[in-house]
T-cell receptor, first 114, second 118 residues
Framework: KNQVEQSPQSLIILEGKNCTLQ??????????LRWYKQDTGRGPVSLTI?????NTKSNGRYTATLDADTKQSSLHITASQLSDSASYIC?????????????FGTGTQLKVEL | GAGVSQSPRYKVAKRGQDVALRCDPI?????LFWYQQALGQGPEFLTY????????KSGLPSDRFFAERPEGSVSTLKIQRTQQEDSAVYLC????????????????FGPGTRLTVL
């Protein structure tokens, strides 16, 4: 079974600080890797999408990196804001046996405090 | 509408009851997905439609789960004889495929229906 693992499970940081969230996947090849932000009680919202040939993708204060050799991705959040408090989910679309399915990690719960 | 909508937002059912969850995708989106998200977990795939055709239902956990999209727009996820382990948030997502296995096919999610089975 394809696996997507994230760390840390939860994180608390002060407003204005930077943080980095990690994602490891165990099966390749894959089509693309996505990072989603999920606010409490809401559906996930896409932040970045990277294909296997891309190393980095930015969206405002969010920067995602991808190392296909080590099968690792990270999401870096710069100058955090209170509104960044949410669950951040790494999602991989695998090429084999998955058709159009996505495999989700369990997420990192981020809390930004004053 | 501007986004994917789901109803009801919250549903409490007694064990053994049947429930029906509705999803209104973004107008014109061909693909529609259902996911189940347990507390503290990421969403897990249940089933996928392209227009009215259910192309993949491999994620449905049992034959008590049934999904349909008869006219290729609105979809309903039905759970028969609900059990406590069915308690979860049920997310619907839609996308407009840009073609090809390597396309991005970004999925847009609804807010989910939180189902609690007592």
């Amino acid at each position: 079974k394809n696996q997507v693992e994230q760390s840390p499970q939860s994180l608390i940081i002060l407003e204005g600080k930077n943080c980095t969230l990690q994602c490891n996947y165990t099966v390749s090849p894959f089509s693309n890797l996505r990072w989603y932000k999920q606010d409490t009680g809401r559906g996930p919202v896409s932040l970045t999408i990277m294909t296997f040939s891309e190393n980095t993708k930015s969206n405002g204060r969010y920067t995602a990196t991808l190392d296909a050799d080590t099968k690792q991705s990270s999401l870096h959040i710069t100058a955090s804001q209170l509104s960044d408090s949410a669950s951040y989910i790494c999602v991989v679309r695998f090429l084999t046996g998955g058709g159009n399915k996505l495999t989700f990690g369990t997420g990192t719960q981020l809390k930004v405090e004053l | 509408g501007a986004g994917v909508s789901q109803s009801p937002r919250y549903k409490v059912a007694k064990r053994g009851q049947d429930v029906a969850l509705r999803c209104d995708p973004i107008s014109g989106h061909v693909s529609l997905f259902w996911y189940q998200q347990a507390l503290g977990q990421g969403p897990e795939f249940l089933t996928y439609f392209q227009n009215e055709a259910q192309l993949d239902k491999s994620g449905l956990p049992s034959d008590r789960f049934f999904a349909e999209r008869p006219e290729g727009s609105v979809s309903t996820l039905k759970i028969q004889r609900t059990q406590q382990e069915d308690s979860a948030v049920y997310l619907c997502a839609s996308s407009f495929p840009r073609g090809g296995k390597r396309s991005y096919n970004e999925q847009f999610f609804g807010p989910g229906t939180r189902l609690t089975v007592l």
